[in-house]
């Protein structure tokens, strides 16, 4: 990774974790739902989504700052779908990031509360933007709702409940994590594509980028639940085992994911060789997808 990248991520990293608390200061809302709004928004991660979507923009020579109010609905968008994932009806998981979950803290009717506050407040963000044009807006939140909703996150999320005790095929399997996963990571990269004044054949390339990077994240994730640190991960290491779900390294075995990871990771750097804009950011974020250990 080079200085410029780690300086990138140093810099936009506080950037979003002041404006995501100060998004949720100026609430006019119970306090209590704030609390538990923020509990999770401020429990940390790499922010991978964030920063996808600013080294996007940064990718078309616009300054990433002008996508910042995208940034911050897109991270609580993904808070939102852990906390709810977490909840004793969906994972039933007690820790998140190496604390208690959301409705371990707060109860189980107030996390479904902040999960959907969070969720209904990113399209109040970008609806409000100042920086950009109603054209982009719009863009942004038909994109942005489509990649959360039934035909991406949500639907992802069902098919993945569906699952459970079942042997599934590979193609099932990468259906579940295009939307429950990888629609959102898309949209990272699309939505900062569609900032950054992206050409049609710009979207094309970078769509098909995210969904390659998208999967390897996945397959990374599943990877870390053999193998990874729990000190390091934050939850316990096996858990998806424990559940019954089926993974890349149960279907391919331990080896088979590895490869299919570096596949994917391949796939996704000669789909941004092919655009032939400044991509060194993204390149390097997907370094670190393929390298993470949490």
């Known amino acids: 990774m080079t200085a410029y990248f780690e300086e990138f991520i140093s810099k936009y990293k506080k950037i979003l974790e002041t404006e995501l608390a100060t998004a949720i200061d100026k609430l006019e809302a119970p306090l209590t739902l704030k609390d538990a709004m923020a509990y999770s928004l401020k429990a940390g991660g790499k922010r991978i989504r964030p920063l996808l979507l600013f080294a996007a923009i940064d990718a078309f020579g616009e300054k990433p700052e002008t996508g910042l109010q995208t940034a911050i609905a897109l991270e609580m968008v993904h808070t939102y779908s852990l906390i709810h994932d977490d909840l004793p009806s969906m994972d039933d998981d007690d820790l998140r990031r190496g604390k208690p979950t959301n409705h371990k803290v707060f109860g189980e009717a107030m996390a479904i509360l902040a999960g959907d506050g969070l969720l209904t407040y990113s399209f109040q963000l970008i609806a409000n933007d100042p920086y950009l044009d109603s054209d982009k ?98 939850k316990p290491i096996g858990s998806d085992n424990g559940k019954l779900k089926c993974t890349y390294p149960s279907l391919l075995s331990l080896e088979g994911a590895k490869t299919h990871l570096s596949s994917h990771i391949e796939e996704a750097k000669h789909c941004l060789a092919q655009t032939n804009l400044k991509t060194d950011l993204l390149e390097n974020l997907t370094e670190l997808v393929a390298g993470r250990d949490r």
Not at 168 to 195: C, P, Q, W
């Open 137 to 234: 807006k719009i863009r942004l939140l038909h994109l942005l709702s489509k990649s959360a909703g039934p035909e991406g996150m949500v639907g992802g999320q069902v098919a993945d409940i569906q699952a459970e005790n079942r042997n599934l095929k590979i193609a099932d399997l990468e259906y579940i994590h295009n939307h429950k996963t990888g629609r959102l990571l898309t949209f990272s990269v699309m939505g900062g594509a569609i900032i950054g004044g992206a050409t049609e054949l710009e979207l094309t390339l970078l769509e098909k980028f995210s969904g390659h990077l998208g999967l390897a994240f996945q397959i990374s994730d599943d990877i870390l639940d053999v193998e990874g640190d729990e000190g390091i991960i934050g």
